[in-house]
C-alpha cells in the first residue's frame, strides 16, 4: 500500500536551475495539492488539482508551475530556483466527493537552493 | 483569507503533565482537522470535528470544537514522550476542498 509517494526526498539546486518534484497516488483520488513547509509557517498551499486537466492556484504560488495529465501524477516544476524556496515540500491527495475527508500526505522533498 | 492561529508555538512539559493547544479563528470552517507530523514524515490525520460543540477522544487526546465552529482545542491528559511530535491544525470553510492550516505546536514530552 504505497499511498502518496513523493521523488526525490532530497535534493540540492542552484539558483536559477530548474527541476521537477514527483508526486504520484494509487488510491484513485481526484483531488491533489502541493504544499511547501517553513519553520514557523506551518503548510501554505501552493497549487491544486480537482482532476486530470484542472490545476488552479493556491497561496504561494509564484515560481511554481503544476500540470495533471492523469489521476495519479502530480509533478510540481520550479522554473528558475531561488534561495527563497528552499523549503520542504509536501504532496497530498484526497477523494473528492467525500466532505470533510482526510489528506494523505507523501514523505516530503527536503529542497535546499544554494 | 481564512487564518488559523495555533497557540502555543512550542511546548515542553514533563511526562506525566497535561496540556491544551488551540486553535481560533475569525472565520467559520465546516469542519476542522488535526494532524500530527514526525521529523521527516507527512502529516497524519488524528481527527475531524465536524459539529459545532463537538468533541471527541482518542485515548488521551481530547478534541473540541467550538460552538461557532471559529476554534477547537486538543487537549491531552497524562503526556508521553510518544506524543512528542509537531501538532497541526487545519480548516475548511465551506463548499472548500482547501484546507487552510494552523503554523503548528511543536511539543515535547521530557522522561
Known amino acids: 500500500n504505497a499511498g502518496v509517494t513523493q521523488t526525490p526526498k532530497f535534493q540540492v539546486l542552484k539558483t536559477g536551475q530548474s527541476m521537477t518534484l514527483q508526486c504520484a497516488q494509487d488510491?484513485?483520488?481526484?483531488?491533489m495539492s502541493w504544499y511547501r513547509q517553513d519553520p514557523g509557517m506551518g503548510l501554505r498551499l501552493i497549487h491544486y488539482?480537482?482532476?486530470?486537466?484542472?490545476?488552479d492556484q493556491g497561496e504561494v504560488p509564484n515560481g511554481y508551475n503544476v500540470s495533471r495529465s492523469t489521476t495519479e501524477d502530480f509533478p510540481l516544476r520550479l522554473l528558475s530556483a531561488a534561495p527563497s524556496q528552499t523549503s520542504v515540500y509536501f504532496c497530498?491527495?484526497?477523494?473528492?466527493?467525500?466532505?470533510?475527508?482526510?489528506?494523505?500526505f507523501g514523505q516530503g522533498t527536503r529542497l535546499t537552493v544554494v | 483569507t481564512q487564518l488559523l492561529e495555533q497557540s502555543p508555538q512550542f511546548l515542553s512539559i514533563q511526562e506525566g503533565e497535561n496540556l491544551t493547544v488551540y486553535c481560533n479563528s475569525s472565520?467559520?470552517?465546516?469542519?476542522l482537522q488535526w494532524y500530527r507530523q514526525e521529523p521527516g514524515e507527512g502529516p497524519v490525520l488524528l481527527v475531524t470535528?465536524?459539529?459545532?460543540?463537538e468533541v471527541k477522544k482518542l485515548k488521551r487526546l481530547t478534541f473540541q470544537f467550538g460552538d461557532a465552529r471559529k476554534d477547537s482545542s486538543l487537549h491531552i491528559t497524562a503526556a508521553q514522550p510518544g506524543d512528542t511530535g509537531l501538532y497541526l491544525c487545519?480548516?475548511?470553510?465551506?463548499?472548500?476542498?482547501?484546507?487552510?492550516f494552523g503554523k503548528g505546536t511543536k511539543l515535547s514530552v521530557i522522561p
Open positions: 497530498a491527495s484526497s477523494p473528492l466527493l467525500i466532505l470533510n475527508t482526510e489528506a494523505f
Open positions: 488510491m484513485n483520488h481526484e483531488y
Open positions: 488539482s480537482v482532476g486530470a486537466g484542472i490545476t
Open positions: 472565520s467559520v470552517f465546516s469542519s
Open positions: 470535528v465536524v459539529t459545532g460543540g
Open positions: 487545519a480548516g475548511r470553510g465551506a463548499g472548500s476542498y482547501q484546507l487552510t
